[in-house]
């Protein structure tokens, strides 16, 4: 009965660097989401995974950004090149995706800081 | 596409007083609606939602909200808040149509409430 999780919780990095953000989703739960947290731009929607796939992408901010999941379950956005304006908390949260719509929920993000 | 409004930045509320917490919204489609809370350095939790039916929800901590179509509004209230209120509140909507379920964000109210 765990919560959705994410790791680390906290990343510091160097522009340029590539940094891999990991998300476990509730058991069951097929629907993912990646959220974005920023100071100027607020919550925004990064991608959706349906299962494995990803049948909207339209949310990702630059070609440096890419997510993948495997086996239905533990998501990875992966940035490459970080530049400063990626620094934000990047928070990932899971749905069961059958039936009436089904509550979000959110696991507590990893804020990411590129120096 | 949607948007959402969320009309103060920062609400000062003494403690034991009533808040309403304005949220506005645009679509050209249904959608649902919902307030999530984020309590200092934690993750984002759901208040209350508005699928369908009765337009007066209840959520917990004793919050309400009023979905009012014609307004296109979904304000939030309390009638008594307390210290341990103090948070981020978030209003969001989601596509009722098909299954993917992504939020669309306001910008968030800083709700401070004072002893």
């Known amino acids: 009965g765990a919560g959705v999780s994410q790791s680390p919780s906290n990343k510091v990095t160097e522009k340029g660097k590539d940094v891999e953000l990991r998300c476990d989703p509730i058991?069951?739960?097929?629907?993912l989401y990646w959220y974005r947290q920023s100071l100027g731009q607020g919550l925004e929607f990064l991608i959706y995974f349906q299962g494995n796939s990803a049948p909207d992408k339209s949310g990702l901010p630059s070609d440096r950004f890419s997510a993948e999941r495997t086996g239905g379950s533990v998501s990875t956005l992966t940035i490459q090149r970080t530049q400063q304006e990626d620094s934000a908390v990047y928070l990932c949260?899971?749905?069961?995706?059958?039936?009436?719509?089904?509550?979000?929920?959110f696991g507590p993000g990893t804020r990411l800081t590129v120096l | 596409a949607q948007s959402v409004t969320q009309l103060d930045s920062q609400v000062p509320v003494f403690e034991e007083a009533p808040v309403e917490l304005r949220c506005n919204y645009s679509?050209?489609?249904?959608?649902?609606l919902f307030w999530y809370v984020q309590y200092p350095n934690q993750g984002l939790q759901l208040l209350l939602k508005y699928l369908s039916g009765s337009t007066l929800v209840k959520g917990i901590n004793g919050f309400e909200a009023e979905f009012n179509k014609s307004q296109t509004s979904f304000h939030l209230r309390k009638p008594s808040v307390h210290i341990s209120d103090t948070a981020e509140y978030f209003c969001?909507?989601?596509?009722?149509?098909?299954?993917?379920?992504?939020?669309?964000f306001g910008k968030g109210t800083k709700l401070s409430v004072k002893p």
């Open positions: 949260a899971s749905r069961q995706d059958w039936g009436s719509y089904n509550e979000q929920f």
């Open positions: 969001a909507v989601s596509d009722q149509r098909g299954s993917q379920g992504n939020l669309i």
């Open positions: 679509s050209s489609v249904s959608v649902y």
């Open positions: 058991s069951g739960h097929t629907a």
